[in-house]
């Protein structure tokens, strides 16, 4: 098991715990992740949902590039429709989902931050989209919801650079609701979750449903587009040279 649930003071805890791959997605992790939102979700008691990343130096830092390497285009497909089915699910929770954000947010971590409702970062939080640097476009929804957050403008900056985005300028721009020190961030998230918690359950679930509605509309058309280009990658030379670059701890020859 990759992920740990609890249940306290109607709050569902769910921890991404695979310190030493600094949280990673593979296809198993993404299983049982899917399954455990579901298992809160459906848990009568829970109301808001805090999702955090195990260890102290990452959140999620995105997916298992070394599984990537393996892949040819259909099996890129079948992982990117499944991080999509992931995000997707946390993006129309009807209980409010925050990201604690306790260090790197790399790729696929900063995509499954991006689904969540709410977002909070420890200090020392870096999040990124750096998929060109291995010749690749963000395949969990990068390429679509971070422009409804922060815009087009700093979405392509992020996307088209790979920058490194540190917690104080991703607050400035609004990829994240707030910035607190490390050792307070799961207590924030937990305020932010009373107060949720005090507001009526119904309202709350058809204000999620307004606000997707609103910033989402052509969502499922931009995700299959985004698979698809994604997955099609896979068979490039230059998405080849790039993994393995990335494995092999030297700079991309393109």
């Known amino acids: 098991m990759y992920i740990k649930t609890s249940v306290n003071n109607s709050i569902g805890y769910l921890n991404i ?4 791959s600094l949280n990673a997605m593979n296809d198993e992790v993404l299983d049982e992740f899917i399954s ?3 298992d809160l979700n459906s ?3 829970v109301r808001v949902i805090i999702i955090s990343g195990a260890g102290d130096k990452a959140f999620i830092a995105g997916a298992d590039i070394k599984l990537m390497q393996q892949m040819d285009s259909k099996k890129a497909l079948s992982f990117a429709e499944k991080g999509h ?9 009807k209980k409010p989902i925050i990201a604690a954000i306790n260090g790197y947010a790399f790729g696929g971590g900063t995509e499954i931050a991006l689904a969540c409702h709410l977002r909070l970062a420890s200090e020392d939080a870096i999040f990124s989209q750096p998929e ?5 476009v963000p395949g969990w929804g990068g390429t679509q919801r971070l422009p409804n957050i922060v815009g087009k403008g700093i979405a392509s900056e992020m996307i088209l650079t790979g920058v490194n ?5 991703a607050f400035e721009v609004g990829l994240v609701n707030k910035v607190v020190k490390k050792d307070d961030l799961i207590s924030e998230c937990e305020r932010v979750a009373k107060l949720i918690i005090s507001n009526s359950p119904n309202a709350i679930a058809e ?10 509309k052509p969502i499922d058309t931009g995700l299959k587009i985004e698979a698809k280009k994604f997955s ?7 998405t080849i040279e790039g993994l393995s670059a990335f494995i092999e701890k030297r700079p991309p020859k393109y």
């Open 36 to 38: 455990k939102i579901n």
């Open 17 to 20: 715990d695979r310190p030493e």
């Open 132 to 136: 060109v640097k291995i010749g690749l």
């Open 85 to 93: 089915r992931l995000t997707k699910l946390i993006e129309s929770s």
């Open 43 to 45: 848990e009568p008691k």
């Open 165 to 169: 985005v540190s917690a104080k300028r």
């Open 207 to 216: 204000s999620i449903d307004l606000i997707n509605l609103s910033s989402n």
């Open 232 to 238: 099609e990658l896979f068979d490039s030379d230059e």
